[in-house]
């Protein structure tokens, strides 16, 4: 018989005890294809060029994260082969006492690998490649395009990729099962099997006070990411603190748990001894006894998985549902007003002299009339001085304000942006704000990025006056107003200063803006106008004029069509890997504890147990093995998801339930799938034969 | 007749400085070709030790060990493995055998590690299984066995090497009485008509009266040692009986 004939045998052997093993290689090798042929499906697509660049740098990061998961997924092989190895010890023992060298058993495993390399391999990508039919769909939907004809993708460089990382880790697990085997002694190998287990009772007391400890401090780190993030979380590097102290706390509640929960549940008399509660609590008891680490990990990686895929999915939600609230004009075109300074900065003394003219007149000389093209437009000028920044609007209370935000994060020294209230209303109008009206000493802010609202909104409430341009006001209102004049994806305007229009100083405008909407309606028309703006770039005569910067609603929406897509796949992608990685450890334990257990249920039958009562408690072992990870895990969640909202707040979460329902959406498919295959083949392995 | 194991002095201890077990206390006795020689002893006495060093899953911690002249206490990589693989024979009490293979496979194994020809091999499989009456299961899966035919099979790959020396650890342990039997016959078969050495581990007294000689161990020392001779076996099985009653009285328990 030969070394080869030996592999193959054993493959088929385990094919059929293993076959979460092999399922979830193929599952890795299918994701990663999938994934990573996005680019190819993006080819056929009828988008513009600024999409095609989004999705350029889509493309660069998914192949980033994809070396990331290629570690998770060598990571999750390397630790499921040896899992598989360490139950084989007796039959390596046998090669070995049979006077099969540790080179040639190497060999075995050599071919064994080889074997399940090509089959996942071959069938992974074969599944990937259909996937990735679907997922072409996905992504025209993402990038909201038309998928102008379905045609048959197929993309070698995913395939190559797939094939080069999946051989790199296939490599690495060839060398640890080597090393292993290299390091094993015959002795171990032949008597591992006469071990029993043995059965450590942990104290109850102890327990108890673990348990109420490890709450404790988890329900301090739940408090530190929410209710009390401002007073703990200071610098960033805090955010770690929370993080360990969760870690740590939900080790030892596993661990105290393991020892609490089997003693509640003998204490409840009438419970324990029915039927085969007994037997099914023990049992699950030992089971989470010996693998605390491992449910502390999984547990967490469930934890991240679930807030990856839900920040992730209502941080696109929010972004396209932002758009018409926050780019409710056509186009924004902006000259910064320059002085002298600017002569360092690559501008000549004619573009500095022109500047002040203001974007109407700088494209008039251009040959581009406004009017030509659009059918309403508002100009207004931004003032800066540096007798006002942000520190100064604080006044008194930036005592209070160093106090309860982190004050790293705090741009104390960033000139504010000023608007007399009369450009403001002219600005609110266009975009059908609300419009403002203001006496002559008083003043207000305008603002929409939570964090610096709640900040300004400490300085307002105290009456706090500033000193602008040599007149002294006080607040309007003793909060910020909600509201913005710059267009974007996303609520990011930290504040604009608006005063009475008599208190400006013409000679500290900094910069001169006008907002329009086009004549047309007709995208590609609108398209072609924003084409001509930015080819004035090509008159001679640009070089004595300036151009304006350009901020339009298409490439707004583009950009967040774009980013959103960006960081739902890359979401979707880790999430997925994270979950399968983390399901497919509990499963590979059920199923080895099965065939472990088989005498366990050989016993159960001769005492009369029939077959629907061990497959109940069969179904209620796993089923508790699988929900334990995962509730702690959901409980973690909670408050991590607020904790992320509130990291993200710009993006706004009023989409946070969609994708928290898409998140459990997920959960339950590739969980829940999981949990049946390894329900029905545990039962195979206990079935009597 | 000549010698075929030679234990000389052989010492194992376990554990640590602070409480160490002395599983073997400077433990010597020969065994010659063609014999069959029982080691008896209650749990914990060495006997499972000794033959863990005999057959080198174990190391001793001082004292020879010869097999056919060689000192295999001194063997390492390859030659530790050859000495296994032509002059070693193991039968265990759980069978040991590989579940992936057929009854034919798992005895072919023996050979086909010893780069044999697959004629050759299927030969002396073939012989092999007719002596010992299991050429119908050749070709079953061992789950598909009973557990006498299993352990004929496992002696079947322990002794199809032609080794110099077949060790067996409990070998009826996981039999029923019948079944025991059949395999105590076949090992009487091996050893008088194909001359293999048999060293077995027992602590079965019946197990034991199939033996030509039976030593006992107590505390990881030779205790006694007597010898069937022209003895009938029911006679030396009332022999060994007695001596097991001498060596302490939990050994009866079993009778």
Redesign the interface.
Known sequence: ??TIK?SF??I??SFKDYAIYFFTLILGVAIFYVFNSIESQTVLLDVTESTYEVIGMMTTMLSAASVFVAFILGFLIIYASRFLIKRRN??F?????????KR?ISMILFFETILIGIISLAVGLGLGILLSQLMSMLVANMFEADMTKYQFIFSQDACIKTLIYFGIMYVIVMLFNAINVGKCK??DL?QTSKKSETIKLKNLLLCTVVFILSVVALGYAYYMVTGGINETVKTPEDILKPIVIGAISTFFIFWSLSGLILKIVMGMKNLYVKGLNAFTFRQVSSKINTTVFSMTIISLMLFVTICVLSSSLSLKNSMTANLDELAPADIQLTISVKDDDWLNQGYNEKQIANSKLGVRKNLEALNFNIDNYFNESVEYNIYRTEDLVFDDTLGDSKKEVEESYLTSMIPYSVEEMIMTVSDYNNVAKIYNNEEYSLNDNEYMIVADYDSMVQIRNIALKNNEEITVFGHTLKPKYNECKDGFVDMSSNHINSGIIVIPDNVVDENYKAYNSIIGNYKTESVDEQRKIEEIIKGLINNPLSEQYNLPTINTRLDISEASIGLGALVTFLGLYLGIVFLIASVAILALKELTESTDNKERYKMLRKLGADEKMINKSLFRQIAIFFMFPLLVAIIHSIFGIKFCSYIISTFGNEQLLNSIIMTAVFIVVIYGGYFLITYLCSKNIIKE? | MSTILKIDKVEKYYGSKSSLTKALDNLSFEVDKGEFVAIMGASGSGKTTLL?CI????KVTSGHIFVGGEDITKLKG?NL??????K?G?IFQDF?L????TAY?NI???L???NKSAKEIEKRVNDLATKLGIKDVLQKYP?QMSGGQKQRVASA?AIITDPQIVLADEPTGALDSKSSRMLLESFDYLNEKLNTTILMVTHDSFCASYASRVIFIKDGKVFNEIIKGNSSRKDFFDKIIDVVTLLGGEENDNY
């Open positions: 018989m030969t030996l045998r054993n088929k052997k007796k039959e023992g046998i090669y070995m006492l049979l006077g099969m060298s040639k015959l002795i032949i034969k | 863990n057959s080198t899953i174990d390859n493995n050859k000495f296994r693989r032509e070693l193991f040991n590989l579940d992936t293979l496979e072919s194994l023996a086909s590690i010893q789950y790959r």
